[in-house]
């Protein structure tokens, strides 16, 4: 997929603020999460507006967030020095060659924080879409203190397979959220007829909210366990063949 699979619409959607513009057609505004602001500059960013808890990504990378949840305590000139550098990364040329986000313009978008009073932490849905099929999803739980994951069928009933330790797998019964219902059917209308996508969303207080797209989870380098889940899950992406001629393909079937 990051060789052959390069579809325009895939910069769009893994710049978390270009996305919105799709998430909005697909399913509706009201399961975006509300923003701040989205800014090409870090010193444009108007910390005296926001309130006392927000949260800023850049747009453009993986894993570049910083949570505020006391701005009283937040140390703008580090946090500002932090995003000079988010902003002068490139995705694409950091590792992986992840094609998607090679083009996607450099920005900072600030957000709501979000958080389940039920929780410690918020716990994200993943649900991993072949062809427009959600064939089973990934949950993350204490990302800030204790993050651990493990991947559960429709029925929330563990499966048999991880890509990472033991120690950082789930290993207690997590409660089945009560809109995963409503998350899959979501998941499945934005993964339309790509290969595969992950589509990730939030569930705060029974309210579904959209997180992110990924075409690539962890950048396609991690192996699942035990070793034949790679041919198993592998053989759910199903390709468009190239045409004669065609260095990559461009088209949507």
């Not at 004669?244 to 079937?253: C, E, F, L, M, P």
Request: charged share 30%; hydrophobic share 35%.
């Amino acid at each position: 997929m990051k060789v052959f699979y390069h579809p325009k619409i895939l910069t769009q959607l893994v710049d978390k603020y270009a996305v919105r513009a799709y998430v909005e057609e697909k399913i509706g505004a009201q399961y975006l999460n509300d923003i701040y602001g989205v800014y090409d500059k870090p010193e444009d960013i108007p910390f005296d507006e926001f309130p006392a808890k927000f949260v800023v990504k850049a747009t453009h990378t993986s894993s570049h967030n910083l949570i505020v949840t006391d701005k009283t305590n937040l140390n703008k000139e580090k946090a500002l020095k932090s995003f000079r550098k988010w902003l002068n990364k490139n995705q694409y040329y950091r590792i992986g060659q992840e094609w998607a986000y090679k083009d996607v313009p450099p920005r900072l978008i600030v957000e709501k924080f979000l958080k389940n009073d039920e929780e410690n932490s918020l716990i994200d849905y993943k649900f991993y879409c072949f062809s427009g099929t959600a064939k089973f999803l990934e949950v993350h739980l204490d990302r800030a203190d204790n993050h651990k994951r493990g991947f559960y069928d429709f029925d929330f009933k563990p499966l048999p397979y991880r890509y990472v330790s033991l120690e950082k797998s789930i290993s207690s019964d997590i409660k089945k959220p009560v809109n995963l219902e409503e998350m899959k059917k979501f998941a499945e209308i934005l993964a339309g007829n790509f290969p595969f996508v992950r589509v990730d969303f939030y569930s705060i207080e029974g309210k579904t909210i959209f997180g992110e797209m990924t075409f690539y989870p962890s950048d396609g380098r991690k192996d699942f366990i035990p070793e034949e889940y790679n041919k198993i899950i592998g053989d759910y992406i199903i390709l468009p063949k190239l045409e004669s001629g065609q260095q990559a393909i461009t088209k949507i079937d």
